[in-house]
């Protein structure tokens, strides 16, 4: 079982910066994708960034803006948000993909979301 907590998220003006963690408890290994997700209000959950082993990945409007990365020995996973724009404003999720194994199939568990709200 994977329990995930973000933290971090808040109030700043456009172009200001904001650190999200998320802390996992339970087996997280280096392997396992990762990523941040954000949902604004009517809007579907997207993918904001991604990290795996070996690589990272963006979504296209945060590309140069946004840096995702891990901590694998204290098991948390960070996203660096610079250049802060009003569209930025949404829930922010932490995610994390466990694949199968013999037994089992693959599990997906989600944090209970942070809100950023970019604003002047």
């Known amino acids: 079982q994977v329990q995930l907590v973000e933290s971090g998220g808040g109030l700043v003006q456009p172009g200001g910066s904001l650190r999200l963690s998320c802390a996992a408890s339970?087996?997280?290994?280096?392997?396992?994708?990762m990523g941040w997700y954000r949902q604004a209000p009517g809007k579907q959950r997207d993918l904001v960034a991604g990290?795996?082993?070996?690589?990272?990945n963006y979504a296209d409007s945060v590309k140069g803006r946004f840096t995702i990365s891990r901590d694998n020995a204290r098991n948390t996973l960070y996203l660096q948000m610079n250049s802060l724009k009003p569209e930025d404003t949404a829930v922010y999720y932490c995610?994390?993909?466990?694949?199968?194994?013999?037994?089992?199939?693959?599990?997906?568990?989600w944090g209970q979301g942070t809100q950023v709200t970019v604003s002047s």
């Open positions: 995610h994390v993909h466990v694949p199968g194994g013999t037994y089992y199939g693959p599990r997906d568990y």
């Open positions: 339970g087996t997280i290994f280096s392997f396992y994708a």
């Open positions: 990290i795996t082993s070996g690589s990272t």
